[in-house]
């Protein structure tokens, strides 16, 4: 097991969220992120592989700068997300925000990395609820889907989660299909 890395508790991350202003929807899909987050560390065949902390806090301020961008247009709210809580001193937790859009250093031979299980609870969740990956990613395409070549990422994105799906279910008890059927 790795060292504990230092991350706000769950009380802590509400007083964070409402510091940024997250507006009510962002902070439901935060939580349901974070229900989904929490089932698939649950059942891990090995509890101590990743902190459970670290995946709670950085399931809940995930979209941390969401209602910032969505007022200034931006696309990037992962990135600004990230340089947020680095600024707050919580390296780990930005790490996570900021793959949680576009995740770089894929190992799926690799050990199972918390910033792995918040992008593909993100990527089950659609606002509040959790749907399929086929549904999350026409969700994508129709909301953000500004052009031919965001399409085209975000489609060629769901392969990535697919990989990632496969890897993060080597790594549980149980088929995650049936973790998540329980959450609905």
Not at 92 to 99: D, F, G, K, P, T
Not at 102 to 131: C, S, T
Request: hydrophobic share 45%; glycine share 4%.
């Amino acid at each position: 097991m790795k060292a504990p890395v230092p991350v706000p508790s769950e009380s802590e991350c509400f007083v964070i969220m409402k510091r940024f202003n997250m507006l009510d929807n962002i902070i439901d899909h935060s939580i349901q992120v974070k229900n989904v987050s929490m089932a698939l560390v649950d059942n891990l065949k090995d509890p101590d592989v990743v902190q459970a902390s670290l995946v709670l806090a950085s399931a809940l301020l995930h979209d941390i700068a969401k209602t910032r961008t969505i007022g200034t247009r931006e696309l990037r709210h992962d990135i600004l997300g990230g340089e947020i809580m680095r600024e707050m001193g919580y390296e780990a937790i930005a790490m996570a925000v900021e793959s949680h859009v576009v995740f770089n250093g894929f190992m799926p031979f690799g050990d199972l990395e918390e910033r792995e299980i918040v992008f593909y609870a993100d990527k089950r969740v659609m606002h509040d609820r959790i749907v399929s990956i086929d549904d999350r990613v026409d969700d994508l395409v129709e909301r953000y889907g500004i052009n031919e070549h965001i399409i085209t990422l975000i489609t060629e994105n769901k392969n990535f989660i697919l990989a990632l799906e496969r890897k993060l279910q080597s790594f549980l008890a149980r088929d995650i299909e049936e973790i998540l059927a329980e959450l609905c």
